[in-house]
């Protein structure tokens, strides 16, 4: 009941700005998404609708070269997301401290308001955010960007309020593009980590690509972990309206003398109807807001890009017979403005090892962000 009363307040006061007290800056803002979705999960059928994102943050800067992020989530299983100190003194060097993204991946470190499509891709073996230290480096000669970026983590802020146990990982990623215009980038990474378990259970699984479908379509648990470790590559290419992504990581759960290999991997393209392209983000390799010719408050249409995408998960290997399955996702994305997206989405998901198992999600989201 408190969510929802404090959640109704932020909805209210979702037009929130900028201020200032002495040498401190604060900028409030934050996000709404709203899903509804048809399931058709192997016979059973059924629509459900909630609130996917509802979220407020706070952020600014402290000195010139302090900055903070304060960001709370009013849905989900983690309250807390960004909290964290930035320090920018170093040229080409950003320190961060707190709870923060593990940088693993494109798509993960990409935000949830600028991915193509709903929820992220099935090879999403990803950590998410744990409180930590990390480094980023940024170079730039001529077309030339190269990022770096390594960090060591413990368990998230949540499980810390909590009084939870937690891992502690080490995670890196690195990053080369070349940009030949604001328009036409091509970008390849490679991330990597490995993260120490005291003897605890890792538990994989897939929901077909909606956070309103029930239960997992496929999953598996392995107890006892001594470690993990991921390894991904990523490839991105923009061309005009054009745009291709997709990404391969590999999973590997070690317990005693036995070492199980899970993988994933996508891939994705998307064009716009209207003439835009995806916003690439040199400084930290990652996909940014698209902004369209012609928004809607400026007496537009607003933008539409429709997307395609392929994706699979494989949870089996040795004793552990998890399923692997494959998905198709076909999206349409109408940006009336930068910040306002209407989407609708289809996902075909397929159980790949004989169990003849299928399941059909049709979804529509309203997503702002302020």
Avoid at 41 to 64: N, P
């Amino acid at each position: 009941m408190k969510k929802i009363i404090i959640l109704c307040s932020f909805v209210l006061c979702a037009h929130a700005g900028t201020f200032k007290m002495g040498e401190i800056t604060f900028e409030a803002g934050g996000q709404i998404v709203a899903d509804t979705a048809w399931i058709d999960d192997d016979g059973d059928t059924y629509h459900d609708s909630k609130f996917r994102r509802a979220r407020a943050y706070l952020k600014g800067d402290i000195t010139k070269f302090f900055s903070y992020e304060l960001e709370y989530s009013f849905t989900g299983k983690n309250d807390w997301k960004d909290v964290y100190l930035k320090y920018t003194g170093f040229s080409g060097w950003t320190i961060y401290a707190g709870n923060i993204k593990e940088p693993f991946g494109l798509e993960a470190l990409t935000s949830s308001k600028y991915n193509t499509f709903m929820e992220r891709a099935l090879a999403d073996f990803y950590n998410s955010r744990n409180i930590g230290l990390l480094i980023k480096g940024y170079q730039k000669s001529d077309n030339d960007v190269v990022t770096y970026a390594l960090g060591g983590f413990g368990k998230s802020l949540d499980e810390a309020i909590d009084h939870k146990q937690g891992n502690s990982s080490l995670v890196g990623r690195a990053t080369y593009a070349k940009i030949i215009s604001k328009n036409e980038i091509y970008h390849v990474g490679l991330s990597a980590s490995y993260t120490a378990h005291d003897k605890d259970s890792v538990k994989l699984s897939s929901d077909i690509g909606s956070s309103l479908y029930e239960g997992s379509f496929i999953k598996t648990k392995v107890k006892k972990v001594d470690y993990t470790k991921r390894v991904g590559i990523e490839s991105a290419v923009v061309s005009g309206a054009f745009s291709f992504q997709g990404e391969y990581v590999a999973y590997a759960i070690a317990k005693q003398l036995i070492t199980y290999n899970f993988s994933g991997w996508y891939a994705q393209a998307s064009w716009f109807l209207t003439g835009e392209s995806r916003k690439y983000k040199a400084k930290t390799a990652v996909f940014s807001r698209v902004k369209p010719f012609n928004p809607i408050d400026k007496g537009g249409f607003g933008a539409v890009e429709v997307a395609f995408r392929v994706s699979q998960l494989d949870l089996s290997d040795k004793d552990e017979n998890g399923g692997k399955e494959r998905d198709l996702s076909l999206d349409i994305n109408w940006y009336l403005k930068s910040n306002l997206r209407l989407m609708a989405e289809y996902t075909y998901a397929d159980e790949l090892t004989g169990r003849s198992k299928d399941a059909n999600v049709f979804q529509l989201r309203a997503q702002y962000d302020f």
